[in-house]
């Protein structure tokens, strides 16, 4: 909008200036205009976006994001990195699609926010005998690593009552000799802050049934046979063992020392492991660590893990021990896991265990 004062006329004398301003009010007449306030309204968008960028086909290819698009999700193109806004322990910070645009498999990019397993036997290690004293060789392996360690066949009841890690080196004591070639045992090793490289498939928690006897045959859709698992009872009302475990697509067949009888007796939890790029995750290890008994304690040990919640899946090995004191049930509550064993532990020192919680996405 031109207004008068903006131009210059000292040049003129009264008169004159009075002619040409009056020429330039009705050349160029004084105008108002209003403007009027708009609302804009946001898209809306799936998934609890923070934020999504979308590429010339219309899918997103990158963006924050408060939790991750179910797997099988459409929309997101292949390469798409999601930033997980507010990621908590345990969780990846980045999360990249593997899979396609039209059915997204999101999978961990870079370093994680807590524990990532980030070495896992590639195949089951052979029993050597001799002793009750197993020894896996594996440049991997460092000093105070956190093994767990899992027979995946055996021929009787004979348990891991410890699992110690040193340069290259695990070893294993077990209640027996294990026989030569007569068992076979996987293992896996937690790592805080490091990129992993296998993810959590599946995990969960079975209640036994009468109707179960001593191999119990748990459906997990999608499992494999290559894939690698770990087990625990969580309930129990005597000293059953778990002897073995054998994957079978869409099943783990968990052989135990006993019929579990009755149901509600006895629970089982377990993790079912994959090397990363072809899955998303169901779970992420929330909780990892090792527990050093004490002289005070007994056979029932109470661990303070704050933040437990009830829902999380426990899965503990032996670490240290003195003798063949075995698992009989892991529980947890909220910030407790609680883990009985045969025995009282007695001395300070002689038994720990290696424990973690797996929590869904």
């Given at each position: 909008?031109?207004?008068?004062?903006?131009?210059?006329?000292?040049?003129?004398?009264?008169?004159?200036?009075?002619?040409?301003?009056k020429?330039?009010?009705?050349?160029?007449?004084?105008?108002?205009?209003?403007?009027?306030?708009?609302?804009?309204?946001?898209?809306?968008?799936?998934?609890?976006?923070?934020?999504?960028?979308?590429?010339?086909?219309?899918?997103y290819?990158?963006?924050?994001?408060?939790?991750?698009?179910?797997?099988?999700?459409?929309?997101?193109?292949?390469?798409?990195?999601?930033?997980?806004?507010?990621?908590?322990?345990?969780?990846?910070?980045?999360y990249?699609?593997?899979?396609?645009?039209?059915?997204?498999?999101?999978?961990?990019?870079?370093?994680?926010?807590?524990?990532?397993?980030?070495?896992?036997?590639?195949?089951?290690?052979?029993?050597?005998?001799?002793?009750?004293?197993?020894?896996i060789?594996?440049?991997?392996?460092?000093?105070?690593?956190?093994?767990?360690?899992?027979?995946?066949?055996?021929?009787?009841?004979d348990?891991?009552?410890?699992?110690?890690c040193?340069?290259?080196?695990l070893?294993?004591?077990?209640?027996?000799?294990?026989?030569i070639?007569?068992?076979?045992?996987?293992?896996?090793?937690?790592?805080?802050?490091?990129?992993?490289?296998?993810?959590?498939?599946?995990?969960?928690?079975?209640?036994?049934?009468?109707?179960?006897?001593?191999?119990?045959?748990?459906?997990?859709?999608?499992?494999?046979?290559?894939?690698?698992?770990?087990?625990?009872?969580?309930?129990?009302?005597?000293?059953?063992?778990?002897?073995?475990?054998?994957?079978?697509?869409?099943?783990?067949?968990?052989?135990?020392?006993?019929?579990?009888?009755?149901?509600?007796?006895?629970?089982?939890?377990?993790?079912?492991?994959?090397?990363?790029?072809?899955?998303?995750?169901?779970h992420?290890?929330?909780?990892?660590?090792?527990?050093?008994?004490?002289?005070?304690?007994?056979?029932?040990?109470?661990?303070?893990?704050?933040?437990?919640?009830?829902?999380?899946?426990?899965?503990?090995?032996?670490?240290?021990?003195?003798?063949?004191?075995?698992?009989?049930?892991?529980?947890?509550?909220?910030?407790?896991?609680?883990?009985?064993?045969?025995?009282?532990?007695?001395?300070?020192?002689?038994?720990?265990?290696?424990?973690?919680?797996?929590?869904?996405?």
């Open positions: 909008m031109a207004t008068i004062e903006q131009h210059d006329f000292s040049a003129f004398n009264g008169k004159q200036r009075k002619q040409l301003m020429c330039f009010d009705e050349e160029y007449p004084t105008t108002t205009q209003t403007l009027t306030n708009k609302t804009l309204t946001s898209p809306t968008i799936t998934d609890t976006p923070v934020s999504l960028l979308k590429d010339a086909s219309g899918n290819y990158e963006g924050c994001v408060t939790s991750l698009p179910a797997a099988g999700s459409s929309g997101y193109a292949v390469g798409c990195i999601l930033n997980l806004s507010g990621c908590v322990l345990g969780q990846h910070p980045q990249i699609n593997m899979g396609t645009a039209t059915s997204s498999i999101f999978v961990p990019l870079g370093i994680c926010n807590g524990y990532a397993f980030d070495v896992v036997s590639e195949e089951a290690a052979v029993s050597a005998g001799g002793d009750a004293t197993e020894v060789t594996d440049d991997r392996i460092r000093p105070g690593d956190m093994a767990h360690v899992q027979v995946v066949k055996s021929d009787d009841n348990q891991i009552c410890g699992a110690v040193t340069d290259s080196t070893t294993l004591t077990c209640t027996a000799d294990p026989v070639n007569l068992k076979n045992y996987n293992w896996a090793i937690p790592r805080d802050n490091v990129s992993g490289t296998y993810d959590i498939f599946a995990a969960g928690t079975y209640d036994c049934l009468t109707a179960d006897d001593a191999t119990i045959a748990i459906t997990v859709a999608g499992v494999e046979s290559t894939d690698i698992c770990f087990c625990n009872f969580t309930a129990s009302d005597d000293n059953d063992l778990i002897s073995d475990i054998i994957l079978t697509t869409n099943t783990i067949t968990v052989t135990a020392s006993a019929d579990p009888d009755v149901a509600g007796k006895h629970s089982l939890s377990y993790i079912v492991l994959r090397k990363r790029g072809t899955f998303q995750p169901s992420y290890i929330a909780y990892a660590g090792t527990r050093a008994c004490l002289t005070t304690d007994d056979d029932t040990v109470a661990v303070t893990v704050t933040g437990a919640l009830a829902t999380d899946v426990p899965i503990a090995t032996f670490n240290a021990t003195d003798d063949t004191d075995t698992f009989e049930k892991l529980t947890v509550a909220a910030d407790s896991l609680t883990i009985c064993v045969s025995a009282d532990p007695d001395t300070d020192g002689t038994h720990s265990w290696n424990y973690l919680l797996a929590r869904a996405y």
